[in-house]
C-alpha cells in the first residue's frame, strides 16, 4: 500500500482518472512548449491552469458512473477497492466475526491441535502446533467441553415481518433494491457485542428488520427517508454491521414496520483534494 496519506490520495486519484475518462484515451505526455510553459508559470507564482484546483475538487461531476476496481499503487501492489455483497452470509459469518472461510478448527488425534482455514491470512491453511497448548494454558479451556452453535434458523423460524403496503409499493415503484428474505433480514438485526453474538448461536432475537433495502447513491436514501416519514416507518442504518454499542437492536415493543437501510453498495469516490489531504467517499466503501 502507499506509505503516505498523500500516496494514498494519489491512489484514489488515478483510479478517479482512469475510470472517469471511459474510452477516451488521454495522453500522459505533454508538449515541450507546454512543459516550458507551465516551468515559467511555476517559477513565477502563477497558477498553471485556473481549473485543475476545481476538477480535482469536484470530481463528483465526473465519478457518477464510476464503481470500485482494482488497480495498482506508488509501491507497485495491487490496491482494492470493493463493496460487499447484497447477501452478506455467502461471505460472512452469518453468527460470528470474519469471513466464512477463515476459521480455528480444533483436531484430535493422540491429542488435540488447532489449524486455521482459508487463505486471506498469513496463517490460513496451517496447522498451529503449540497454539492449543496456549489456549488450554492461557485460556484454561478444555477442549472436551464443547458445545457446537445451533444451524441457521430455517425459513418458518425467522420472525413474520410487519410490512407497511403503501411503502411496500414506493419502494418498488422506485426500483430500489429490497428483500424479505429472512436471512437478509436476521443479518441486519443485530451488531457484534459478546451478548448478540450468543444470542446467535444460542436463540432468536424477538424481533429483527421487516424488510432490507439497498439505496444506490445518496438521492435514494433521501426518498427512503421522506418515504418513511410519511408512511411511520422505521429506519436503521446498517453499515459495517460490526457495532459494538446494540444501535443494530431492533426494539422487541415497536410495533412498526422497522427498515434496515443496508448503505454497502454506495462506494463511490465522490471526490478528491489532494492539496488539503481529504476526501469525499460514500459510506459503503470497505477497506481490505
Not at 470474519?98 to 488435540?112: A, I, P
Request: glycine share 8%.
Amino acid at each position: 500500500m502507499a506509505s503516505s496519506a498523500r500516496g494514498r490520495l494519489c491512489v484514489i486519484q488515478r483510479h478517479l482518472t482512469s475510470h472517469n475518462a471511459g474510452s477516451v484515451h488521454q495522453e500522459d505526455t505533454k508538449s515541450s512548449n507546454d512543459i516550458a510553459d507551465n516551468g515559467r508559470a511555476q517559477e513565477e507564482g502563477h497558477v498553471i491552469d485556473a481549473n485543475t484546483d476545481e476538477k480535482r475538487r469536484n470530481v463528483a461531476f465526473v465519478a457518477a458512473s464510476w464503481r470500485p476496481t482494482s488497480g495498482s499503487d506508488d509501491d507497485g501492489k495491487e490496491v482494492v477497492l470493493q463493496t460487499l455483497p447484497k447477501r452478506r452470509q455467502e461471505l460472512l459469518k452469518w453468527n460470528g466475526w470474519g469471513y466464512r472461510d477463515s476459521k480455528f478448527t480444533v483436531h484430535k488425534e493422540k491429542d488435540y491441535y488447532v489449524a486455521f482455514t482459508g487463505n486471506r491470512y498469513k496463517i490460513g491453511n496451517m496447522v498451529l502446533p503449540h497454539f492449543a497448548q496456549w489456549v488450554r494454558d492461557t485460556l484454561g479451556v478444555n477442549f472436551e467441553d464443547c458445545t457446537p452453535p445451533q444451524e441457521p434458523p430455517l425459513p418458518h423460524q425467522f420472525p413474520e415481518p410487519v410490512l407497511q403496503q403503501d411503502f411496500m409499493s414506493e419502494v418498488e415503484t422506485q426500483g430500489i433494491a429490497h428483500s424479505l428474505d429472512g436471512e437478509d433480514r436476521l443479518f441486519r438485526a443485530h451488531g457484534h457485542t459478546l451478548a448478540e453474538i450468543f444470542t446467535l448461536r444460542e436463540g432468536m432475537f424477538p424481533r429483527i428488520p421487516d424488510l432490507v433495502v439497498w439505496p444506490n447513491n445518496h438521492s435514494e436514501v433521501e426518498k427512503l427517508v421522506k418515504m418513511a416519514s410519511r408512511h411511520c416507518v422505521v429506519l436503521i442504518p446498517f453499515g459495517g454491521g460490526t457495532s459494538v454499542s446494540g444501535a443494530l437492536l431492533c426494539p422487541e415493543e415497536e410495533s412498526r414496520m422497522i427498515v434496515s437501510l443496508d448503505t454497502s453498495q454506495m462506494c463511490r469516490i465522490l471526490w478528491v483534494d489532494d492539496k488539503n489531504l481529504t476526501a469525499r467517499i460514500e459510506s459503503g466503501s470497505s477497506g481490505s
